[in-house]
């Protein structure tokens, strides 16, 4: 066998047993159980679910101090609006100046000559029919007057030059508006900007040179008839007047949508101010009344809140589908019977989710920006749990585990990761040897102590210049953790344990007190079976020292092993005490003792759930003597058999124990101490005995043992073996010491001899 263990009968092999439908559903319950595991972890350790945007309204005070968890930027409204303002301000209004427009009224004019010409070429001159036409074309209405002069004024090409020339000065060299006041007031401000449809005009236009439409049109065209029509009739000029009057209109004119895109243009030139906040810089303090920049960086702040703690939560769920990954695999590695199944992970996870659990109300009760919140955070449970309900190399593991996700929890902060890891191993280093529960108890005072002092020494890391009393004030925190772990822990504890059937070692030191009842009853009713579990335990434990097993499990199935035989307790050699008791199996068959021998596993497997002994308990019963044979009701067979008093054939089977075989290497001790036990009190009863006597019945009981292939299913090597052996050996030497030979009388002897062969008989 060499470093090889023979077999290893954990988890994973008894699913080997298992049919492969039944091997599929152990997995895919394990795999679902892991994804929860890790979903429920996410949802603690990421603030999507707990998040709480800040709450403000501007212009009101606020109730605390806002700092930025990470740099952001975010604009300045107030500086950017009043730039706006500014720009607003001096923003030109449009005005579009429309060559085509005198165009349209040089047009109107050629088409009423047109029209005057016509209408006097078709017969005698009809006022109405020019009044009719020019309406329904041009829509120009004239009075009966001018209808009459323009008629009366024929195809006189002088006068429609004339009213050309004048239309234009008004049109081209002034300029017509319908605004004249506005444009003013914007021209004495600087704000005017004409611009031109289709070609710009032969000089610039000036507000005192406009002319305001319609309020000055008539005084202006007035004015400009002396100028271009000297010396024609009166009704001439009143025709040119009131024909000019009703063919113009406005070429400068206001444009609103003009203006707001040039408002717009000049606005998206204005460069946005942005203030930028960096990581831990206070945006608002309490009892301040929130500005327009504060109120832009805690909205913006509440969005990218938002949007992070959903990239948090993908991110986190991802880190810890790997971290949970590795902390399954060195579990096995470090503990082979626990396998990849539901309740391993369960068992493994909840050390770590009530802290975690904890933690959180902590944290959303305080305020992850308060630090005392993290201080709080009791993480001393894992560490106490991890190494009551597993092991101390486990335990470390799951502290380790733990502080990193206390520290995912409040934003990767060292001080409360490294604390978490303080309080964690310093549960893990108080209690590596523990023996009673209130030692719990004294655990969370040492976490308090170390959690204390670590919170001072942190405080004054961080800040150097800081006062002692904010130190300790912070660090009496950590002082209430260290207690609620103990406090905490102690019904936790309790609560796995019932709900797993784990059990601790502090359970197997309840289990073995002299105060169990069950053990009251069999010393009362079976006191010899009581004494060989005594004698036992006495062989075992120290065999169980010497290769590193659990001693308290091999001293708890030492004691519990044959707690059937209190059923009929005088079957059992142990227990007979008169002539009459030995000779109870002189009138029954070997078969039969064999089924009476067999019985007290089933009665002590009975008893056990009775009593409720837990599983790591419980299976010492059958295994510990696994499918050996019972050697002296077989060997009482066989010589009936050649005798000819028995017809029955005899099969080693039937004389077998139902077994199963050791599954654990705690099993495998107590299997071997009971047989040693069993030998050395029937065989070593001389006065004066070596230890090579002793080493010979030792290695005779092992051996028997070993080539019976009793160990194929537990974890054992051959060095195990030999230290067994050692281990028995020098325990045996040390309860047969060396003592004096005396002379003894020949009818003593004689009688010690009968005993000798009585003690042989069978006893299981």
């Known amino acids: 066998m060499g470093k090889n263990r023979i077999r290893t009968r954990a988890d994973k092999d008894i699913r080997i047993l298992q049919s492969p439908r039944q091997r599929r559903f152990t997995y895919l319950g394990a795999w679902l159980v892991f994804l929860v595991v890790v979903a429920f972890t996410t949802i603690l350790i990421s603030r999507v679910f707990f998040f709480q945007p800040y709450h403000f309204e501007l212009g009101k005070v606020i109730g605390q101090t806002i700092r930025a968890p990470f740099p952001f930027e975010v604009e300045d409204r107030e500086v950017y609006n009043k730039k706006v303002e500014e720009v607003l301000k001096k923003t030109p209004q449009c005005y579009e100046y429309d060559s085509e427009v005198e165009d349209r009224i040089a047009e109107a004019i050629t088409g009423v000559r047109e029209e005057v010409i016509a209408t006097t070429q078709a017969g005698p001159a009809s006022m109405r029919t020019l009044q009719k036409n020019l309406k329904k074309k041009y829509g120009i ?121 040039e408002r717009a243009k000049l606005v998206g030139q204005v460069e946005k101010v942005r ?53 399954a695999f060195f579990v096995h590695k470090f503990n082979v019977n626990m396998g990849f199944t539901a309740q391993n992970i369960i068992l493994i996870s909840l050390p770590v989710f009530l802290p975690l659990t904890i933690g959180r109300l902590v944290v959303q009760v305080l305020g992850k920006e308060d630090m005392v919140a993290g201080y709080a955070i009791p993480a001393g449970i894992i560490g106490i749990l991890g190494i009551m309900l597993l092991d101390a190399r486990i335990a470390f593991l799951l502290v380790s585990w733990g502080a990193l996700l206390f520290g995912l929890m409040v934003d990767m902060n060292f001080k409360i990761t490294l604390l978490a890891f303080i309080g964690g191993v310093t549960s893990v280093s108080s209690l590596y040897n523990v023996r009673e529960r209130k030692e719990m108890l004294m655990a969370g005072f040492r976490i308090a102590l170390v959690n204390f002092i670590s919170v001072l020494i942190l405080e004054y890391m961080d800040d150097p210049t800081g006062e002692f009393q904010t130190y300790a004030m912070r660090a009496m925190w950590g002082l209430g953790n260290g207690i609620a772990c103990g406090i905490i822990a102690f019904p936790a504890l309790v609560f796995f344990e019932v709900l797993f059937g784990v059990v601790t070692d502090v359970r197997l030191l309840e289990l073995t007190g002299i105060r169990q009842p069950l053990l009251s009853e069999m010393e009362e009713s079976a006191s010899g079976t009581y004494q060989h579990s005594l004698n036992v335990s006495k062989l075992a434990e120290p065999a169980a020292i010497a290769v590193g097993a659990n001693y308290l499990l091999v001293r708890a199935g030492a004691y519990y092993h044959d707690i059937g035989k209190t059923v009929k307790p005088k079957y059992y050699s142990e227990n007979q005490t008169t002539p009459e008791d030995k000779k109870i199996y002189q009138n029954i068959t070997p078969s039969m003792s064999v089924l009476i021998i067999k019985k007290h596993i089933k009665d002590g497997m009975e008893l056990a759930q009775k009593w409720g002994l837990p599983k790591r308990v419980f299976d010492f019963i059958p295994q510990h003597h696994g499918t050996g044979l019972i050697r002296y009701f077989y060997n009482q067979a066989l010589n009936r058999y050649s005798e000819g008093k028995s017809n029955d054939p005899v099969r080693k089977e039937d004389f077998r124990y139902p077994g199963p075989k050791p599954q654990s ?70 309860r047969y010491h060396h003592r004096v030979q005396y002379p003894r009388a020949a009818k003593e002897a004689e009688r010690d001899e009968r005993m000798l062969e009585q003690e042989s008989a069978p006893g299981g």
């Open 275 to 327: 203030h930028t906040y960096a990581r831990g810089e206070v945006i608002i303090n309490a009892m301040e009344r929130a500005n327009t920049l504060q109120d832009s960086a805690l909205n913006r702040l509440n969005e990218r809140l938002r949007a992070a703690n959903l990239m948090q939560l993908l991110a986190n769920f991802l880190f810890l589908l790997i971290v949970c990954g590795f902390v």
């Open 141 to 261: 209405s004239l009075t009966d007057n001018v209808t009459t002069a323009l008629l009366s004024i024929g195809n006189d090409r002088q006068f429609y030059h004339y009213l050309r020339s004048l239309i234009h000065d008004i049109m081209t060299n002034r300029g017509l508006i319908d605004d004249k006041y506005t444009f003013e007031t914007f021209e004495k401000q600087g704000r005017v900007k004409i611009l031109y449809k289709h070609q710009s005009p032969p000089a610039n236009f000036v507000a005192v040179r406009l002319v305001e439409y319609p309020e000055e049109l008539v005084t202006v065209i007035n004015l400009s008839l002396n100028n271009f029509f000297s010396g024609v009739p009166t009704s001439h000029l009143y025709a040119a007047r009131d024909l000019a009057r009703s063919v113009i209109e406005p070429n400068i004119v206001y444009r609103p949508d003009l203006t707001q895109e």
């Open 665 to 734: 290497i705690e099993a495998a001790i107590v299997m071997l101490a009971d047989i040693v036990e069993a030998a050395s009190t029937s065989k070593l009863m001389e006065a004066y005995l070596s230890e090579d006597d002793i080493r010979r019945i030792v290695h005779e009981a092992v051996l028997n043992q070993f080539n019976d292939e009793q160990f194929d299913e537990c974890s054992m090597t051959l060095r195990d073996l030999h230290l067994f052996e050692e281990s028995f050996v020098k325990t045996l030497v040390s």
